[in-house]
T-cell receptor
Framework: DGGITQSPKYLFRKEGQNVTLSCEQNLNHDAMYWYRQDPGQGLRLIYYSQIVNDFQKGDIAEGYSVSREKKESFPLTVTSAQKNPTAFYLC??????????????FGPGTRLTVT | KQEVTQIPAALSVPEGENLVLNCSFTDSAIYNLQWFRQDPGKGLTSLLLIQSSQREQTSGRLNASLDKSSGRSTLYIAASQPGDSATYLCAVSRGGTSYGKLTFGQGTILTVHP
């Protein structure tokens, strides 16, 4: 089955700890994205990557970091500098600039709770 | 800065009713517009994507229209069913160097009761 996997589904951390969320895709997509969703709100873009070894900040990148060493993987680290890390995190991918439609496919999400 | 607004925030209808969800955006320089469905605690499922050069797209009981000049899109759901209950999100994409960057509305929570 082709798709996007995110792990774990639920993650609990103590304040002050860094935590890394996993995102893997086997769709052979060039572009990958990280979004954050807070209760009752739409999604906000954290980071995106249009190609391996390259990534750009989205609208709310402060307190987050990413890497894109492999085409199929785009891990997100939530650092202790992120003031309000508790949220639902969604990863997505698309064909990238070479794709016609720009349709994005989403993973099932990771719910992070920091206490 | 692009802003996306969805009206209404919540909608409750009886089964079988036809309904319309609205989405407006402030910057008409978009690459495409997508409608998504989100079930509680789940990821997003893409429903329809309309390129900036298109006026509408249809899939089964769903029809989405786009009026780029006025900054509006509507999602029409025909003969609604309880299984349609979910949050519906619209998002617009920028082109050029910002290709793929989506700006989302806050969503419409739809409840279809038997």
């Amino acid at each position: 089955d082709g798709g996007i996997t995110q792990s774990p589904k639920y993650l609990f951390r103590k304040e002050g700890q860094n935590v890394t969320l996993s995102c893997e895709q086997n769709l052979n997509h060039d572009a990958m994205y990280w979004y954050r969703q807070d209760p009752g709100q739409g999604l906000r873009l954290i980071y995106y990557s249009q190609i391996v070894n390259d990534f750009q900040k989205g609208d709310i990148a402060e307190g987050y970091s990413v890497s894109r060493e492999k085409k199929e993987s785009f891990p997100l680290t939530v650092t202790s500098a992120q003031k309000n890390p508790t949220a639902f995190y969604l990863c997505a991918s698309s064909l990238g600039a070479g794709g016609v439609s720009g349709k994005q496919y989403f993973g099932p999400g990771t719910r992070l709770t920091v206490t | 800065k692009q802003e996306v607004t969805q009206i209404p925030a919540a909608l409750s209808v009886p089964e079988g009713e036809n309904l319309v969800l609205n989405c407006s955006f402030t910057d008409s320089a978009i690459y495409n517009l997508q409608w998504f469905r989100q079930d509680p605690g789940k990821g997003l499922t893409s429903l329809l994507l309309i390129q900036s050069s298109q006026r509408e797209q249809t899939s089964g009981r769903l029809n989405a229209s786009l009026d780029k000049s006025s900054g509006r899109s509507t999602l029409y759901i025909a003969a609604s069913q309880p299984g349609d209950s979910a949050t519906y999100l619209c998002a617009v994409s920028r082109g050029g160097t910002s290709y793929g960057k989506l700006t989302f509305g806050q969503g419409t929570i739809l409840t279809v009761h038997p």
